[in-house]
């Protein structure tokens, strides 16, 4: 089913520089790694002071932030510079390590999950740091430790409004990380494999051809229900609306971050920009075939960029778009209609595999 | 082997990125200590209590039927895995299916049985009715 497995891209940096053995091997890694995180920093940079500000301002018939630069892109390093020239306030009774970690964690954990992630082909590099054979249960694990991040946040603020925050998270991630993660499952069920580079490739088949064009058997055209479960649960599992009821600004303030200023804010802001285009990831390799695409192999990252930039689109359009459900509201869809349907697709995805194969 | 090296390497950078930032921002910004200014917030109110009070936890029971769930999720994995290559080797597709559903119907009663019993519902508080029927009462 796999097929032959492509030079990951420490192998391709040890192997352009020269670098042997282990020590070779942990410096190509580490370039890469440094790469791949600058290559994410990237997409929030320009999606957090500007792409944001701007899609809103598009859904709201407004002209956001035209002043500095062309189409008000140099807005990225003016705010990038006003955010970290903050001034760092530390209020009362805070749990001091824990509140000094929480804004680690959050980009780290999300972050380190792209470590996994087939980025597609960049003219001869194939942008992927690693291809365990348990990479889909490896990317969950990470994406989900963003919920211990806002529990730390919420607990050692002091905050009622922060305590509320970091508590809707944990009931949030309890319900939706069961369905989020089933639906993956009827996605191995079909690909037959945990491993990143094998469910690609599996969604590389011809699954019907039109008037000459060649459908691929992405999973989001094979199974569109389960697709469609899958971005719901995704959409909590980021925390974004219609699910954003931990921070819920209209409701508790700014949830688990209310009292976090200067570069822990940003180190927030950031985080869960990494963590959306991680779910855009996870979603454009599980469901959308990763970085396949009209045109040679090697123009893959520009399919995979443009993919998870749909996704981003997609949260913006939610966020203006959405109402957000209440607490309770999101028990029940979480618990009494995700869950259920999330196995109904399992065992129905199951029976069809079983019949065509 | 070498996945595994890269991996650490991106946790590596994943923790740089944030230190550096954190370093970075203190070296540029200010410090003006203030009286007040260290105040956590509460809508502009002085702050009454303490944070850490014992309030009711109302998915207490979900949290335990995650657990379950989450379990049985991670048993499911290697099922899923196997699930199309057996298949593909000739196994008849009911030998396979059937102990995963009855492994998942055990749980799917499970499931009925806290939905019956209310687990999975958001139960409110005695106090937040209370004053509810205070109110209806008042006007």
């Known amino acids: 089913m796999s097929a032959a497995p492509a030079q990951l891209f420490p192998e391709f940096i040890a192997e352009t520089l020269g670098l042997p053995g282990v020590a070779g091997e942990v410096v190509a890694a580490l370039i ?89 082909h960049l003219g001869p590099v194939n942008l992927q740091l690693a291809d365990p054979e348990v990479g889909l249960a490896l990317v969950f694990a990470f994406a989900s430790i963003a919920s211990v991040s806002l529990v730390m946040a919420g607990y050692a603020s002091n905050n009622k409004y922060s305590m509320l925050g970091g508590l809707r998270a944990v009931a949030q991630n309890l319900a939706y990380e069961i369905p989020l993660i089933v639906t993956a499952m009827s996605v191995v069920i079909f690909a037959g494999t945990l491993q990143m580079s094998g469910i690609v ?96 192999e090697s123009i893959g990252f520009v399919w995979f960029v443009v993919k998870i930039w749909a996704f981003f689109l997609f949260t913006q359009w939610c966020r203006s778009a959405l109402p957000r459900v209440r607490i309770d509201q999101l028990i029940e869809i979480g618990w009494k209609g995700m869950l259920v349907l999330s196995f109904a697709n399992l065992v129905l995805t199951a029976v069809l595999v079983g019949v065509i194969v | 082997m ?84 057996a298949l593909e080797q000739g196994v008849p597709m009911w030998d396979l299916l059937w102990p995963m559903l009855a492994f998942v119907g055990i749980l799917a009663v499970g499931l009925v049985w806290a939905w019956r019993t209310g687990a999975v519902k958001w139960t409110k508080s005695p106090r937040a009715t209370r004053r509810k029927t205070e109110r209806d009462v008042n006007q």
């Open chain 1, 32 to 120: 890469a790694a440094f790469v791949v995180g600058n290559i994410v920093l990237a997409f929030t940079g320009v999606a957090g002071p500007w792409a944001k500000r701007k899609i809103t301002a598009a859904f709201t018939d407004r002209v956001a932030v035209d002043r500095v630069g062309p189409f008000g892109l140099l807005i990225i390093p003016a705010s990038a510079v006003q955010l970290l020239a903050k001034e760092l306030i530390v209020p009362e009774g805070v749990d001091r390590p824990t509140w000094d970690l929480a804004p680690i964690v959050l980009p780290a954990s999300a972050l380190l999950g792209f470590a996994v992630i087939p980025m597609g």
């Open chain 1, 201 to 296: 490739s599996a969604q590389q088949e011809v699954l019907f051809t039109v008037g000459g064009f060649d459908v691929p058997a992405w999973y989001a055209l094979v199974n569109p229900f389960a697709f469609v479960l899958f971005l719901t649960a995704n959409m909590a599992e980021i925390g974004r609306n219609p699910f954003d009821i931990p921070e819920a600004p209209t409701e508790i303030v700014a949830g688990y971050q209310t009292e976090y200023s200067s570069s822990y804010f940003v180190l927030f802001y950031l985080g869960e920009f990494v963590h959306i285009f991680l779910g855009g990831a996870i979603l454009a390799v599980t469901f959308l075939g990763g970085a396949a695409g009209p045109g040679p």
């Open chain 2, 2 to 85: 070498s996945d595994w090296i890269a991996i650490g390497a991106l946790a590596a950078v994943g923790l740089f990125i944030p230190l550096g930032m954190m370093v970075v921002s203190a070296l540029i910004r200010p410090s003006v200590p203030e009286q007040g200014k260290s105040t956590i917030y509460e809508s502009g109110e002085t702050p009454t209590g303490t944070t850490r009070i014992r309030f009711n936890i109302q998915y207490y029971m979900v949290a335990l039927l995650f657990v379950v769930f989450d379990i049985e999720t991670v048993l499911l994995f290697p099922w899923a895995v196997i699930y199309r290559p």
